[in-house]
């Protein structure tokens, strides 16, 4: 496992490249330091629990709001005004 993780964090930007390099900037041991990955891994997958319970929230409103009359009316309305513009 210890090679798994230290070929993700060859990745640059992966969570586990950016855990590794805190975790060295702080001087944590090697046991913290898995330790330090278990934990933002943990808060990471809150977060995205938390996100998907929100969007479960939201998404019955946004589905019973009803889509636009007619497509296209806002590009249709902003060509008359400039057509009045460059006709002034």
């Known amino acids: 496992m210890r090679r798994a993780i230290e ?16 975790a060295r900037a702080g001087g944590l041991s090697e046991e913290e330091t898995y330790v330090f990955l278990a934990y933002q891994a943990l808060l990471r997958l809150e977060e995205t629990q938390q996100r998907h ?30 057509a009045r513009i460059v006709g002034t």
Request: hydrophobic share 40%; proline share 15%.
């Open 7 to 22: 070929h993700d964090g060859a990745r640059p930007g992966s969570l586990v490249s950016e855990c590794l390099e805190a």
């Open 53 to 82: 319970i929100y969007l479960s929230d939201v998404a019955p409103f946004l589905e019973s709001v009803p889509p636009p009359p007619e497509p296209g009316v806002m590009a249709r309305t902003a060509a008359g005004i400039a």
